[in-house]
Nanobody, 122 residues
Framework: QVQLVESGGGSVQAGGSLRLSCAAS?????MAWFRQAPGKEREGVAG???????SYSDSVKGRFTISKDNAENTLYLQMNSLKDEDTGMYYC???????????????????WGQGTQVTVFS
């Protein structure tokens, strides 16, 4: 079992920045951030696996940066140039071994956090 605790969400004006954190209770293999807006499906935002393999959704490329502190078992998401459409609940996800479905699909992850809300206003 892995417990994930997200933090760092909040309300920010469009164009602003937020940094999300996700603390894992143990070392894991691959980790990712997902988000879900009201009435929409959960979508992958960014993911990372060993070897420096990183994936971003097209909607956040160039604006968001994912990073992981392996010593602290903590995942981060630096979000810059935030837009209204970035609003949603952001979830951290992880798995303790390899999954063949990439880093942006929910099926590739076994453990999920409770989420942290990000609201971007104009």
């Amino acid at each position: 079992q892995v417990q994930l605790v997200e933090s760092g969400g909040g309300s920010v004006q469009a164009g602003g920045s937020l940094r999300l954190s996700c603390a894992a209770s143990r070392n894991t293999y691959q980790m990712a951030w997902f988000r879900q807006a009201p009435g929409k499906e959960r979508e992958g935002v960014a993911g990372v696996r060993p070897g420096g393999i990183i994936s971003y959704s097209d909607s956040v490329k160039g604006r968001f940066t994912i990073s992981k502190d392996n010593a602290e078992n903590t995942l981060y998401l630096q979000m810059n140039s935030l837009k209204d459409e970035d609003t949603g609940m952001y979830y951290c996800a992880t798995t303790i071994d390899f999954r063949p479905w990439g880093l942006l699909r929910p099926r590739a992850f076994d453990y999920w956090g409770q989420g942290t809300q990000v609201t971007v206003f104009s």
